[in-house]
């Protein structure tokens, strides 16, 4: 389990508790958090659970791979801190995550 | 005006597999697709993907299912209409009429709607003035190269799309830019070999890691200027730009039609998967219930259901039957099914 702030692209944080094994995009939809569409369902396809990743805890995030950064490619507004939340899986080491959504999804 | 007994909006899976159970029951289909291929997110996003849960096939890719439903359809004989989005529906009589972009009209007793997320449509860039120069400079898609004859252009995009086109237009355009956000470019090694090639032959120019940072002109564009996010900023004068950023699902018109919605889903009822309006069917990853499960092995089932719904609509003077097609003499004629004896 771990703690994470969702910050949507107008300001507003949700922070909540999410399961370990569940993926960012999940502790999302699971929780009706707005900005994030996950429209393929977390198969790494689509591109629409874009999020920037807090700058302290990307380094800390297991490596992106090269699927996830083909996908990114399509994400609305990439940046350097630019992660899909269907490819981070929560552990207890996230505890204090923090996550910013673009202005879309796309 | 096509008549016909159900128009399906959608041409994935689920789509494809009630185009079969409507044709055991005697029901004439037409299906409808915005995308230019049959197959819907099996062959848009993951055709070479491997796929582990449809029942009684062990593993399958999307391309392969695709082929398989097309192989299983067949003896019913259906017209696709691709590249066409619906866009209107409104009631006569008992029947539906159903517009589409392509300017068909189809008169119909019923509509399933198996769209999935919604109508694949190209990613356009993020900065407003795209949208003023849209089709007028700023182009998603190339229908005519020629077009593109000695002009200055720009294409953005790391895939097949922007490196395949960067190349082509290379022999006709008097310039082209090709811009990518990263220095590796996910299209065919290939390819991206024989940009870098051109490269140095001076034929083609390559920015990277750039994006889009603003668009400039007035009727016209005459110029746009990118920027890295250390902040180089560079000026490209030029007479057209390209994005080639793949594509994306819109729920589109489907929103416009005086349909329950929760989120981008419909709400069905699970006794035959009929939306708040008569004769209008939702299935597949676009319909919603208590329990839905996203799965296509789910999208059969619904579509199995909606279908004998459409029968009664559809010949209301006629007693459906359920039959099996083991044993079926009349379910035998309609798969064009030889007797073996």
């Given at each position: 389990m771990a703690k994470i702030t969702y910050i949507e692209h107008n300001g507003k944080h949700h922070t909540l508790d999410v399961a370990s094994e569940l993926t960012v995009m999940e502790g999302a939809i699971q929780n009706n958090i707005p900005g994030i569409d996950a429209d393929c369902g977390g198969a790494c396809a689509c591109a629409t659970c874009h999020v920037y990743v807090d700058e302290k805890w990307f380094k800390k995030l297991p490596k992106i791979e090269s699927a996830e950064e083909d996908m990114l490619d399509m994400a609305y507004e990439p940046n350097k801190y630019s992660r899909l939340g269907c490819q981070i899986t929560v552990t207890d080491d996230l505890d204090g995550l923090v996550v910013k959504m673009p202005s879309k999804q796309g | 005006?096509?008549?016909?007994?159900?128009?399906?909006?959608?041409?994935?899976?689920?789509?494809?597999?009630?185009v079969q159970q409507l044709g055991l029951i005697g029901l004439k289909a037409e299906v409808v697709d915005n995308l230019d291929k049959i197959g819907g997110q099996c062959i848009e996003l993951y055709p070479d993907k491997p796929i582990y849960d449809i029942p009684a096939v062990p593993e399958c890719t999307g391309k392969t299912l695709t082929e398989n439903l097309l192989e299983q359809i067949k003896p019913f004989k259906t017209n696709f209409h691709l590249n066409e989005r619906v866009q209107e529906i409104s009631k006569e009589q008992k029947n539906w009429k159903v517009s589409t972009s392509g300017k068909k009209t189809f008169l119909t007793p019923n509509i399933i709607i198996a769209a999935g997320v919604g109508s694949f449509e190209p990613r356009k860039f993020s900065i407003k003035e795209a949208e003023k120069f849209e089709n007028n400079g700023v182009f998603y898609s190339i229908k005519d190269k020629t077009y593109f004859k000695n002009k200055k252009i720009c294409i953005f995009g790391g895939g097949d799309s922007a490196l395949d086109w960067a190349i082509e237009l290379s022999k006709i355009a008097s310039e082209v830019t090709l811009v990518h956000r990263r220095d590796e470019f996910r299209g065919a090694e290939h390819s991206a070999k024989v940009a870098r090639e051109l490269e140095k032959e001076g034929k083609l120019k390559i920015k990277t890691p750039f994006q889009i940072k603003s668009i400039e002109g007035d009727n016209k564009i005459t110029g746009i200027t990118i920027n890295t996010e250390e902040g180089k900023i560079e000026k490209i004068s030029l007479d057209c730009v390209l994005g080639f950023f793949g594509l994306i699902m819109k729920l589109g018109p489907i929103a416009e039609w005086g349909l329950n919605l929760e989120k981008k889903t419909i709400p069905v009822n699970t006794e035959n998967f009929q939306t708040n309006k008569e004769g209008i069917f939702a299935i597949g990853d676009i319909c919603n219930y208590p329990g839905k499960l996203k799965l296509i092995l789910s999208g059969f089932h619904e579509g199995a259901?909606?279908?004998?719904?459409?029968?009664?609509?559809?010949?209301?003077?006629e007693?459906?039957?359920?039959?099996?097609?083991?044993?079926s003499k009349t379910l035998h004629e309609r798969l064009g099914v030889k007797k073996s004896n």
């Open positions: - | 005006m096509i008549k016909t007994d159900v128009v399906i909006i959608g041409a994935g899976p689920v789509g494809l597999f009630v259901l909606a279908a004998r719904a459409c029968f009664k609509l559809a010949r209301p003077n007693k459906y039957r359920f039959e099996f097609t083991t044993t």
